[in-house]
């Protein structure tokens, strides 16, 4: 077995699978001051000009094995057929597309451009634009998608919401109303969408943004052309006769749409779940309700980041003991059977990143957890606190110093600080900045191993 890994930087992937006979040799004779070593001592991180080019590597390429495996196999004519399909993904399923599907895929069809056309008339009547304007929603997406999409079932055209929001905003530039030159309002709102249009596709290409949210409506890829060329149809025969279409049918087809959009039940799970989210939708719902829809959205954008804020801020910190009849170490309130070791006491950060957000809440919090510890143990003195960096995936300048600042006060008491299972990039700065030599050594694989090293260290002070 080896011991490297995909992280693992090539000198040390080779030096540790030079044979794998050795490695049952390793496993055997390492003891907790090898392990600990290994710790303090790792090879040197990426740097941050590689972790982009892999990042943007990954981005672009998500599996280059796979593709490099795929261009090898084949040249010539197939070579290009395969970049082909997998850019236009319709040459490859269209192979194995029957006349029997084509003819179920005609009738759903014309279902959906019946229901389709009056839709986005109402939606292009709900944006402050002419008729034609919704058809031709009704008309590209799906024949676009139907070329280059790769689901099968999928739900495309306007949606009431974004109907509502562009002459809610364009409206402060050119009033949908002006009879002066009602071109302009009419040039913004495609502007707008141009530019929305260039954002999403420039995601999809980075595949950096799931940013289209899929959902089964039994609708296939020919259904969308059917679909499309059926609005078409309609476009160039019926536009005079669809343009007088009376606003209280155009009304009743949204409206027919709104029961679906409240779900009681939904909101209710969300509540139970998380309190956060449900003031969130609540807000938005609000918002939309009393105000308008730009307000409800911005209480809801406001909301969610103040939770991420708050979270982030306010990571806190967690007691940790052993359960029972196990070597696992877990947060005493939420197994209340833990039990905490006489003379150390463990405590684990909460957040992936301890930064100048956040660093001196958490040393603060530690504090406060030592102090009323001490408080509540007065016949047994504290000696050790061995913090649990398990989560944390990354520390700066800021949490470093607070980290140093809390061995400081904890050293000037008598108590000596260790910490244990450290992440790649943060044992790398913790070494730079010579932190890891104050702890002179007290650092550890598991909060197991660090715990017993303490107990050891106190039996040979006794």
Same mark, same amino acid.
């Given at each position: ?16 699978? /030079? ?19 290994? /710790? ?11 972790? =982009? ?10 599996? #280059? ?9 084949? +040249? ?48 292009? +009547? ?14 590209? #997406? #799906? ?20 109907? =509502? ?13 002006? +009879?002066?030159?009602?071109v302009s309002y009419t040039t913004l709102v495609l502007t707008a969408t141009f530019f929305a249009g260039i954002f999403q596709a420039s995601f999809g290409l980075l595949r950096s943004l799931s940013y289209t949210s899929f959902s089964s409506k039994n609708s296939f890829f020919p259904l969308l052309i059917v679909m499309a060329i059926t609005v078409m ?6 536009? $005079?006769? =669809? ?15 709104? #029961? ?19 003031? !969130?939708?609540?807000? !938005? ?43 696992n170490f877990c947060d005493v309130h939420q197994y209340p059977m833990a039990v905490n070791t006489p003379g150390v006491f463990i405590v684990r950060v909460k957040s992936g990143l301890l930064c100048f957000a956040n660093a001196n809440f958490v040393k603060h919090r530690i504090q406060r957890y030592i102090s009323s510890q001490e408080d509540a143990s +007065? ?26 600042? =809390?061995? $400081? ?54």
């Amino acid at each position: 077995m080896s011991v490297a890994n995909a992280d693992t930087p090539p000198a040390l992937s080779e030096a540790s699978t /030079v044979g794998d006979t050795h490695a049952p040799d390793v496993e055997k004779s390492s003891s907790p001051t090898d392990r600990a070593r290994w /710790v303090a001592n790792p090879p040197e991180p990426p740097g941050l000009w590689r972790e =982009l080019v892999d990042s943007l590597r990954d981005t672009v390429f998500p599996d #280059p094995t796979k593709l490099l495996i795929s261009i090898k196999k084949k +040249t010539g004519t197939p070579l290009v057929a395969s970049v082909f399909q997998a850019f236009f993904p319709i040459l490859s399923w269209g192979r194995n597309y029957s006349a029997i599907k084509f003819k179920n895929d005609v009738l759903a069809g014309l279902t959906l451009a019946s229901l389709c056309i009056p839709q986005s008339i109402g939606y292009a +009547t709900l944006a402050k634009l002419e008729p034609q304007y919704g058809l031709y929603t009704s008309i590209v #997406p #799906p024949l676009v998608y139907a070329v280059l999409g790769s689901s099968r079932e999928i739900a495309i055209g306007p949606v009431a919401i974004v109907s =509502l929001l562009l002459p809610a905003m364009i409206q402060n530039l050119q009033h949908p109303a002006a +009879t002066a030159d009602p071109v302009s309002y009419t040039t913004l709102v495609l502007t707008a969408t141009f530019f929305a249009g260039i954002f999403q596709a420039s995601f999809g290409l980075l595949r950096s943004l799931s940013y289209t949210s899929f959902s089964s409506k039994n609708s296939f890829f020919p259904l969308l052309i059917v679909m499309a060329i059926t609005v078409m149809v309609s476009l160039e025969l019926f536009t $005079k006769l =669809l343009y007088f279409t009376p606003n209280a049918i155009l009304a009743s087809i949204i409206l027919s749409a709104l #029961p679906g959009l409240v779900d009681l039940h939904e909101a209710y799970n969300i509540w139970k779940i998380d309190k956060l989210d449900f003031f !969130a939708l609540l807000g !938005a719902f609000v918002g939309v309700l009393f105000f308008s829809v730009e307000i409800g959205l911005l209480l809801s954008i406001v909301i969610s980041f103040a939770k991420i804020i708050v979270i982030s801020i306010k990571p806190g910190a967690e007691i940790l003991g052993k359960v029972p009849g196990t070597d696992n170490f877990c947060d005493v309130h939420q197994y209340p059977m833990a039990v905490n070791t006489p003379g150390v006491f463990i405590v684990r950060v909460k957040s992936g990143l301890l930064c100048f957000a956040n660093a001196n809440f958490v040393k603060h919090r530690i504090q406060r957890y030592i102090s009323s510890q001490e408080d509540a143990s +007065t016949k047994r003195p504290i000696h050790f606190i061995v913090i649990d960096l398990s989560n944390l995936m990354n520390i700066d300048t800021s949490g470093i110093a607070s980290l140093e600042e =809390l061995h $400081k006060s904890l050293a000037a008491t008598g108590i000596e600080l260790a910490i244990a299972n450290p992440k790649w990039q943060v044992i790398h700065k913790l070494k730079v900045a010579n932190f890891v030599a104050k702890l002179k050594g007290r650092v550890f694989l598991s909060v197991g191993e660090a715990v017993d090293s303490c107990l050891s260290a106190k039996m040979g002070d006794i």
